[in-house]
Structure formats: structure tokens, C-alpha cells
């Protein structure tokens, strides 16, 4: 009998933001998130917060530029991504990339995901944390 994934839960929510500092303090004193990491480079600047089991991934820039509007993705946490990609290939999803992508900064022993479209063009992501 073939592997077949299971969704473990939600990932994360990935929101696009503005001004960083603003938005941690918002979350952090209104609704009680804490900083778990923080990714910062000369291209990006990541901010990831939890609340028991709420994560939320704040991405800043410009949110009125992005096409996916404030919500850039939603991200489904997976067990195998391999797996995963490989089933939801066979029934027709397409993903961005062709393969997994590694991303050792996220997380502290990185993760694999990949992305994908569905049916009105909301981004969503498989993940699976290393």
C-alpha cells in the first residue's frame, strides 16, 4: 500500500506587514505573542510569533504591492513533505518548484516546503520542520 500524507496541523499564516516593530508590538502587547526567531538579511526580514499553538510568520514590506494582499500563504504542516508533494502531484496539484526547497534559517534546524496555487489563487504551502 502506497505512503500517503497526513496534514499534522497548521504550520503558520504568513502576514505581510509594514513597519516590523509596529506589528510585534501589536501582537505581542494586544494579543500576547511572543518572538520565537527572527530572520533578518539584506532582502528579507522575517519575524516569527507564537500563542500556544498559534504561529504566525510576519513578513515585512509592502502589502498594497503584493497581489496575495496581507495573507501571503498559508502553511500546512506535513509529517513527509516528499510524500506529500508526491500524492498531491499524482492528483494534478502544481507546485512553484520542482523540487523540495531547504531552507536551513527557518526553524532551528530548518525545514523543506514547497508551494502551491489552489483553486482561486491563494497561496498555500507544505512544510515539514526539520
Same mark, same amino acid.
Given at each position: 500500500?502506497?505512503?500517503?500524507?497526513?496534514? @499534522?496541523?497548521?504550520? +503558520?499564516?504568513?502576514?505581510?506587514?509594514?513597519?516590523?516593530?509596529?506589528?510585534?508590538?501589536? $501582537?505581542?502587547?494586544?494579543?500576547?505573542?511572543? #518572538?520565537?526567531?527572527?530572520?533578518?538579511?539584506?532582502?528579507? +526580514?522575517?519575524?516569527? @510569533?507564537?500563542?500556544?499553538?498559534?504561529?504566525?510568520?510576519? @513578513?515585512? =514590506?509592502?502589502?498594497?504591492?503584493?497581489?496575495?494582499? +496581507? #495573507?501571503? +500563504?498559508?502553511?500546512?504542516? #506535513?509529517?513527509?513533505?516528499?510524500?506529500?508533494? !508526491?500524492?498531491?502531484?499524482?492528483? =494534478?496539484?502544481?507546485?512553484?518548484?520542482?523540487?523540495?526547497?531547504? !531552507?536551513?534559517?527557518? $526553524?532551528?534546524?530548518?525545514?523543506?516546503?514547497?508551494?502551491?496555487?489552489?483553486?482561486?489563487?491563494?497561496?498555500?504551502?507544505?512544510?515539514?520542520?526539520?
Amino acid at each position: 500500500m502506497p505512503k500517503t500524507f497526513r496534514i @499534522m496541523g497548521l504550520g +503558520h499564516v504568513s502576514i505581510v506587514v509594514s513597519d516590523m516593530d509596529r506589528s510585534v508590538a501589536f $501582537y505581542r502587547d494586544m494579543l500576547g505573542f511572543r #518572538v520565537e526567531w527572527e530572520v533578518k538579511n539584506e532582502k528579507d +526580514h522575517w519575524v516569527f @510569533m507564537s500563542n500556544n499553538s498559534c504561529i504566525i510568520e510576519l @513578513m515585512e =514590506g509592502d502589502p498594497a504591492s503584493r497581489k496575495d494582499g +496581507h #495573507v501571503n +500563504h498559508l502553511s500546512l504542516l #506535513v509529517g513527509n513533505a516528499q510524500i506529500a508533494k !508526491d500524492e498531491l502531484e499524482a492528483k =494534478g496539484v502544481v507546485f512553484e518548484s520542482k523540487k523540495l526547497i531547504f !531552507d536551513a534559517e527557518l $526553524y532551528p534546524k530548518g525545514e523543506l516546503f514547497a508551494m502551491f496555487r489552489g483553486p482561486d489563487g491563494e497561496r498555500l504551502q507544505i512544510e515539514q520542520i526539520l
